[in-house]
């Protein structure tokens, strides 16, 4: 554990609120991450995809930066232009 991970874990031991807006914040950056690594697999850009999708480059760029509040359907039609499917698991 480097330097940063024990500074976010005596701080999140210490402060409830910011644990769970930290845990929060690092799901919706994942969900992201995610889905901008999925479209660079499929060797699309986000012009590319956009295209698929019927939709401007702007809104590829808000759901792989901003996916807080993302729509199950919105995810769904994002698969399926990249050739996959969506899967939800429940843990």
């Known amino acids: 554990m480097d330097d940063f991970e024990r500074y976010i874990e005596k701080r999140k031991?210490?402060?409830?609120?910011f644990a769970l807006d930290?845990?929060?914040?690092?799901?919706?950056f994942r969900i992201g991450e995610l889905l901008r690594q999925?479209?660079?697999?499929?060797?699309?850009?986000?012009?590319?995809?956009?295209?698929?999708?019927?939709?401007?480059?702007s809104a590829i760029s808000r759901i792989e930066n901003h996916s807080e509040d993302i729509r199950?359907?919105?995810l769904s039609h994002y698969a399926e232009a990249l050739g996959k499917k969506?899967?939800?698991?429940?843990q």
């Open 72 to 74: 199950l359907s919105t």
């Open 13 to 17: 031991g210490k402060d409830p609120a």
């Open 22 to 28: 930290f845990d929060t914040g690092y799901e919706q």
């Open 38 to 57: 999925a479209r660079k697999r499929a060797g699309l850009t986000q012009e590319d995809l956009a295209a698929k999708l019927n939709t401007k480059k």
């Open 86 to 90: 969506l899967k939800v698991v429940i």
